[in-house]
């Protein structure tokens, strides 16, 4: 692997500069593999997690506990959305101004703004949320598709989630600033310490001191308490640009609108995955806890090889965004390029794998015979879905990145769209089969619209690389004629 030039006395601190070539000017295998493999590591561990987790809660013999979290997951997707609304708005926009700043160093001078901005809105709106939530719980767990065997537990789960709403939504959006100065390793490093934390408290709470679900959400919340000080302190200390000082706080229009019309296309996605979460968990739990149970267990399965196609499809995209700000055409398009076959390989291989012993992999989790009989469908259903997905996943990044607000949102709300139809329709038509299969005809779908919008799109998308590149050579040549 090429190796990063040598420092220079004077310049940004050692781990920026370096972060910065591999956005730059590094080989794109090397700087996929410095920005992928770390994000990919790390959700990895953070499947392993929820898994491991769901194991805690599994040992109490109690499936009413596991129900419980799966109707609480969407919460979590609540919380990572005012979070991304921020984050991922935020840091396109960063990653587009450093790029920028090639051409123009006077870009560099918003970042500062952007980046207080992002963090401080999160923790405001996720207070906001987290509020509302508390005050009208019992409503919203009826909602959640909570029936009288399992409001108690989802009730425990659900209100200390909320109660650290502007924890979990600052953690969120400082992933993604970091993630935009091409920090991978660093994200990395403070999810698996997240993910240790997480089960050391898991296991305090949970096994020793009998807290049950609410002590996995204690648990939760701590973690990210710790994500939320190392961030801070490491782009404190490291980042040449980023303040998170409330006094670079601003309302501008040219702060918000490039951040908020990005980001909210992510909050659209988890407004209707929340809904799509409500409307498949009313239409299960008239089969019973079990197809609950079995969602819930397969789902986190199913994450194992999902979150590591995601590791390549989110940490491409300071790349993409860096190189669009700078009018690297041929950077953006290799980037884009070796990214699509990476991930097509990934998805092939995984869902391969994990659904030729689907069935030794879930009966490590769960011994009841007819949740497992379930279970091996509803895993099944979820690898060949996530190979769709993790094209998706590419193109909603590269929407992004690119800051086309409009397509970004667009794939963001089409899942959800597309979803509640063909779930409903599908359980008229089959039962529970139809239920289980729903999300898989969706993501093929959302694919197919992910693709012509690609095709829509592409004339614009080459008209403002080539304005970057005409920007550079104009600069470029003033600079010789100086």
Known sequence: MTTPPPAEAGTAPDAA?????????????????HLCVPMAAAMIVGAI???INAGFIGSLDNTALLAAITLGSPILGLVMGVGNVFGVGGGALISRLLGGAERDPSKAASIKRVASYSLWGSVVVGAVVGGIGLVFLSPLVALLGADASVAAPTSAFVGVLLGFVPVLAAAVCLEQLVRAEGAAKQVMTALIVSAVVNLALDALFILVLDWGVAGAAVATGLANLAVVAYFVIWLTRNSEHVRLSPRWFTLAASVQKPVLGVGVGTLVQSAF???TALVLNNLAAAYGEGPLAAMGVAVRIAQVPEFLIMGVTLGVLPLLAYSYGKGDGARFGSALRASAITVGTLAALA???????????FTSFVADESVLAIGVVVLAAQLIAMVANGFTGLITSLFQAT???LPATVMSAAQGVLFIPVVIAGNIWFGLTGIVWALTVTEVAVLAVGVILCIALAPALKRGLAEGSAERAEEALELAAA
Not at 17 to 33: C, G, M, Q
């Open 17 to 33: 500069r370096t972060n910065r070539w591999y956005l730059s000017s590094a080989p794109i295998v090397s700087a996929l593999l």
């Open 49 to 51: 997690y929820n898994l």
């Open 273 to 275: 995955l929340i809904v």
């Open 351 to 361: 869902a391969t794998l994990v659904l030729c012993f689907r069935e030794q992999v």
């Open 403 to 405: 800051g086309r607000a």
